[in-house]
C-alpha cells in the first residue's frame, strides 16, 4: 500500500516536472494523443499480416528481387524439411545398427541427401541474404518517401493539431524500423518451415508428441510477445522526453545558439533540463524492464516445466516400449529441431512484431494525412495567370486547438499593381492573414477569393505558382546561390534573371564577395560552404521571392535585419516591382508604410484602419501613435557633443 502511493506521488512528481519542462517544446497536448493500438486479437492476427505487408513492400520495391528470394526461401524450406527428414532416417538406420551393424549401410543414402541439402540450403542462404540485402535498404526508403510526401502534401493545419509531432516521431521510427523487416520475415519463415518439418517426422512417430510441443511453447511464446508489448508501449510513452533529450542536444551544441549557450551562461538550467528528462526515461524504460523480466521468467517457467513433460512422456514412451530406442532417437532430435525453430519462431516474431508496431505507426501517419491532403480537401480549378485582385471576405481564423479566433471578420483586398502595407503590434494577427492570402490556411469562416474563386475551389499547385513570399522565418537551405535563389525553377533566361532579382533585393553586392560567385555553396558545415549573414540571407530570400516572378508578391518584415542602404534599394524599387503584380507588405517600420498604396492596420485579429500614409498619419488612431513613437527617438543620453567625431584616414 505503501509502496502504491510513493509510486503514484512518484507519477504525479513526474508528470508535474514534465509538462513543466515541455513547455518550451510541446505546449498542451496529453500522452492520449500517443497511438496505441494494441489488444490481445490484434496481436494475434498481426504477425500473418506483417510477414504479408514486408513481401508486399519487398514486391513494390523490386518485383524481380522479391520473386526470387520468395522462391529461394519456399526452395529453402523445403529443403530444410528434406533434410530433417534424412537426418531421422540415417539417425534411425544407426541406432539400429547398435543391434544390427548390417543397417548401417542403409544410412548412406540419407547421409548423401542430408550432404547435399545442406549444402544447396547454403548456397541460396547466400542469395537470400544478398537479396535481403539489396531489398530492406529499398524498403526502407519506399516507407520513408510515402511518409514524406504524405507530410509535405498535408494541409498545413495538421501541422498545428495536438499530437502532431508525437505521431511524426512515432513514424519516423517505422522508417527506421522498416530496414529490418525484411531480415526478420526471412527468419520467422525459415523457422516456421523447420518447425513444419518436424512437425511432421513426430506426428508420424507419435502424434500426441506434437500438441504437447507446441503447449511446451505457448507460455514463452505469449510472453515474448507481451515483453514486446511493454517495451513499445514505454518507449512511445517517452517520446516526448526524448525529443526533449534530442532538442536539448541539437540546440545546445548547435552554432546558431552557440554564442547565447556561452553569454547566458545558461548550460546549467539546459543540463538540469536534460538531466530531469534522461531520469524520467530511465524510471519508465527501468519499469518496463522490471515488467518484462517479470513476465519472462513467468514464461519461461512454464515452459520448463512443460519441457519436462514433454521429455518425461518420451521417457515413458520408450520405456513401456511403445516406441522403439531408434524411434525415440529420431523424436528427440525432431524434438530439438522444433523446439529450435520455435524458439527462433518466437525471438524473430517478437522483433518483427516490434517493427511492426512502429511501420503501423508510419502506416498511420501517411493514412491519416491523406485524409488532410490538400488535393482531398481543396478542388481542381487552375490558377492560369497572376491574379487581377484577391480578397478577404468576411474571414475569421482559429489555429487548431486555439479557443480564440486569430483574425475576426477581416474583409481586404489587394489588386495587381498595388502596394498594400499591413501594420499592427506583435501577435495581431498580421502573418495568419498572409498565411490565409497565399491559401497556405483555409479559412474558419468567410471566404478568400482570388479573382472570384475560393481558395478551397482552387488547385494549389496553380495557387502556389503565382504566389511569392518572403516569410519572416525564410529557408536557408544548404545549396548554392543560384539554386537558393530559383529553387530548382529557373527562367527562361538563367542567371541573368537571378541577377536581375539580386540587383533589386541587394543580394548583388553579397554574390560578387562570393569566391565562387553564384556557385557558391551556402552551408558552412559542408566542405568549401560558406556563411552569411542575418541580413545577407534575408536579401537572398528577397531575391528569391522576386525571381520567381509570381503574381502576389507577400513580404513579412523583409528587411527587418538589412542595413538602411538595403533596405532604401529595396523600397525604392518596390513600385517598379508591383508595376504587374499585388504587393502586400508586413512590417513594423511604419516609415516604410510610405511606399504603400493603401495601409490596413490590424489589432487582436480586426482590421481597425485603412487609407493612405498620409491619411492616416493625420488622423488620431494607431498608426498615427506608432509613426510618432517611432519618430520620438530622443532618449536620455550623456552630452557628447564636446567629443570630436572620429573617421577613418
Ligand atoms: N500555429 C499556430 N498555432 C496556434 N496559434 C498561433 C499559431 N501561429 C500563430 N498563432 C497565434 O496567432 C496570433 C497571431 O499570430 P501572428 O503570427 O499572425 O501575429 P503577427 O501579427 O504576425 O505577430 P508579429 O508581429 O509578432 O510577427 C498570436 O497570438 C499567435 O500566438
Known sequence: ????????????????????????????????????????????????????????????????????????????????????????????????????PSRLDSALPSVLVLTAAAGLRALLGIVIQALS??????????????????????????????????????????????????????????????????????????PPLLPLLLLAALPQAATALKGERITYVATVATFRDRRVLYLLRWTMVAKDAADQIRTDTITPHLMGKYQSAGDRVDRTTDQAAWQRAKITLYGAAASGIASGVLWAAVWVLLDTGRISAAA?????????????????????????????????????????????????????????????????????????????????????????????????????????????????????????????VSVRDLDADTLWRECSVVPQEFARWPMNVRENVTLGQPQPDGDAAVMRAAAASSADDVITTLRSGLDTLLAREMWGGVALSSGQWQRLAVARALHRGAGLLVMDEPTSDLDPHAEHRIFNGLREIARNRAVVLVTHNVGNTAAADRIVVLSSGRIVQEGTFTQLTAAQGPLRDMWLLSQNRSFPTQNHEQEPVKHAP
Open 1 to 100: 500500500m505503501a509502496e502504491d502511493s510513493t509510486t503514484a506521488e512518484q507519477q504525479d512528481t513526474d508528470e508535474q516536472e514534465q509538462s513543466e519542462d515541455l513547455k518550451w517544446v510541446h505546449p498542451g497536448g496529453d500522452s492520449d494523443d500517443i497511438p496505441t493500438v494494441l489488444n490481445g486479437r490484434d496481436m494475434r492476427r498481426r504477425l500473418p499480416r506483417l510477414v504479408h505487408h514486408t513481401f508486399a513492400l519487398a514486391w513494390q520495391v523490386d518485383p524481380r528481387s522479391a520473386l526470387v528470394l520468395i522462391v529461394c526461401q519456399v526452395v529453402s524450406g523445403l529443403l530444410s524439411a528434406l533434410g530433417l527428414f534424412a537426418t531421422t532416417r540415417a539417425l534411425s538406420s544407426v541406432i539400429q545398427a547398435a543391434t544390427d
Open 328 to 452: 525415440a532417437g529420431t523424436a528427440i532430435f525432431a524434438l530439438r529441431s522444433a523446439s529450435t525453430s520455435l524458439q527462433g519462431i518466437i525471438g524473430y516474431g517478437s522483433q518483427l512484431l516490434r517493427s511492426g508496431f512502429y511501420m503501423d505507426d508510419a502506416d498511420r501517419f501517411v493514412k491519416e494525412a491523406e485524409q488532410q491532403q490538400i488535393r482531398v480537401v481543396r478542388g481542381t480549378t487552375a490558377i492560369t495567370g497572376p491574379p487581377e485582385r484577391i480578397e478577404l471576405r468576411g474571414v475569421s481564423f482559429s489555429y487548431p486547438g486555439s479557443e480564440e479566433p486569430t483574425l475576426r471578420d477581416v474583409d481586404f483586398e489587394v489588386r495587381r499593381g498595388e502596394i498594400v502595407a499591413v501594420v499592427g503590434v506583435n501577435g495581431s494577427g498580421k502573418t495568419t492573414l498572409m498565411k490565409l492570402l497565399c491559401g497556405l490556411n483555409l479559412p474558419t469562416q468567410g471566404e478568400v477569393l482570388w479573382d472570384g
Open 133 to 206: 540485402q539489396r531489398l530492406s535498404p529499398r524498403i526502407q526508403r519506399e516507407v520513408g518517401t510515402r511518409l514524406l510526401l504524405a507530410g509535405v502534401r498535408t494541409e498545413m493545419s495538421s501541422y498545428d493539431a495536438d499530437g502532431f509531432s508525437d505521431r511524426y516521431n512515432a513514424a519516423e521510427r517505422g522508417v527506421d524500423q522498416a530496414q529490418q523487416a525484411l531480415g526478420q520475415t526471412q527468419n520467422l519463415v525459415s523457422s516456421l518451415a523447420t518447425l513444419v518439418a518436424a512437425s511432421v517426422v513426430l506426428a508420424a512417430l507419435y
